[in-house]
């Protein structure tokens, strides 16, 4: 079966999943796009276990003759990761921590931005290219404010 990574997608699986009652479901982390099927299958009912992608890639060669081709052996792997290991089911991350979570992250992208632009600023000579580092620090500084 394959779904889109979309609400029609994620409305797709839960209609799957229904008729089976509760399950565990495990799925990889992938930097954050799994974050909110977890959440919509916890609030369906189901256990679901976020696993890291390296323990799973582990098992590749024992589910499948043809384990380099990732997509169509994955929900295999998966299903024997969760047989062997068996994973615990993560717990559902509150909303506000969602969103402190969001916050942080962006503040630490713009503080390595502003970083790198600086040394930009000190690596070029060409006027115009200052300029627009410079015009750019600018912004980042009103809103540090």
């Given at each position: ?28 982390a ?56 068996q ?8 909303e ?10 962006r ?32 912004e ?6």
């Amino acid at each position: 079966m394959s779904l889109s990574a979309d609400p029609k997608g994620l409305e797709q699986l839960r209609e799957w999943l229904q008729p089976k009652g509760r399950c565990l479901v495990v799925v990889e982390a992938t930097g954050g796009y799994e974050r909110r099927l977890v959440a919509e299958l916890i609030d369906a009912g189901h256990d679901v276990a976020r696993v890291n992608p390296r323990q799973v890639r582990g098992l590749r060669p024992a589910a499948s003759d043809n384990w380099r081709k990732p997509i169509a052996s994955m929900p295999r792997v998966l299903a024997l990761f969760a047989e062997k290991v068996q994973p615990r089911p993560c717990e559902k991350v509150p909303e506000n921590q969602v969103q402190l979570d969001a916050l942080l992250t962006r503040r630490r992208q713009l503080v390595q931005m502003k970083a790198s632009e600086q040394v930009r600023l000190h690596q070029t000579e060409m006027r115009e290219v200052r300029k627009s580092i410079s015009h750019m620090l600018d912004e980042t500084a009103c809103r540090d404010r």
